[in-house]
C-alpha cells in the first residue's frame, strides 16, 4: 500500500529523517531506541492514525519505504499478537497508551516455545527486539481500556514466524495488512 497523503506529525521528524536516510541497509537498532527514548510524540500527536478493529489489532500506516515501515497499532481490550519473531526485520516501538503486557518465549530442549518471562509496559516504555527474538505482545487490560503502540520495523514487516505453545507446528506468517489512513 501506499504511504499516506498527509504528512505525517512534525514531532516524529528525527525519527523520519534517520529513517529516510537509510540506504541498502536496514536501521541499527540501538539507534531506534534512542529515537524513540528521546521522542516527545502522544497520543494527540498520532490521533488521526487511530483506528480500531473487532476482530484483531489494527496496523495504521504513517510513512514507509523500502527500508522501514511506521505504524500506530491500536489493539482493544484483549487483542494479542500470535507468537512471532520478526524474520529479517528489527523492531522497535513505544507504548503512546495504555499497558502493553509483552511475553518473551525461548526454545525447549524439544523444540516447542516456552514462556519465560511477562512484562507490563506502561506508557512511554520502549520495547526493542531483534529478528530471531520470539515474543507475543497483548492488550490484557479491563474492557474499553485501548492499547496504542509505535511501531517501527527496518526493513519492512512483510513476513515472520509464528509459533504455538501447544506444539512444535508454527510457521510464517503474512504480517496483517495495514491500512492507509484516510487513503
Not at 500506516?61 to 523500502?66: G, I, K, M, N, R
Request: hydrophobic share 40%.
Amino acid at each position: 500500500m501506499p504511504a499516506p497523503d498527509r504528512t505525517p506529525p512534525a514531532v516524529l521528524a528525527p525519527i523520519l529523517d534517520y529513517l529516510h536516510g537509510l540506504q541498502h541497509e536496514r536501521a541499527d537498532l540501538a539507534m531506534l531506541e534512542r529515537l524513540l527514548v528521546e521522542s516527545k510524540v502522544t497520543l494527540a500527536d498520532v490521533r488521526d492514525y487511530l483506528v480500531y478493529q473487532d476482530d484483531c489489532y489494527c496496523r495504521n500506516l504513517v510513512a514507509e519505504s523500502p527500508w522501514f515501515n511506521l505504524l500506530v497499532l491500536c489493539w482493544k481490550s484483549g487483542q494479542r499478537s500470535p507468537i512471532h519473531d520478526h524474520a529479517a526485520s528489527v523492531c522497535a516501538f513505544k507504548v503512546l497508551t495504555g499497558v502493553c503486557s509483552e511475553t518473551v518465549y525461548a526454545f525447549s530442549p524439544c523444540g516447542q516455545v516456552v514462556p519465560v518471562q511477562t512484562r507490563d509496559r506502561p506508557a512511554g516504555e520502549i520495547v526493542a527486539s531483534h529478528d530471531s527474538e520470539t515474543h507475543q505482545v497483548s492488550n490484557l487490560q479491563p474492557e474499553g481500556q485501548c492499547l496504542v503502540t509505535l511501531h517501527i520495523y527496518s526493513p519492512p514487516l512483510k513476513t515472520m514466524k509464528v509459533f504455538s505453545i501447544t506444539g512444535k507446528t508454527g510457521g510464517e506468517w503474512l504480517a496483517p495488512e495495514h491500512r492507509t489512513v484516510g487513503a
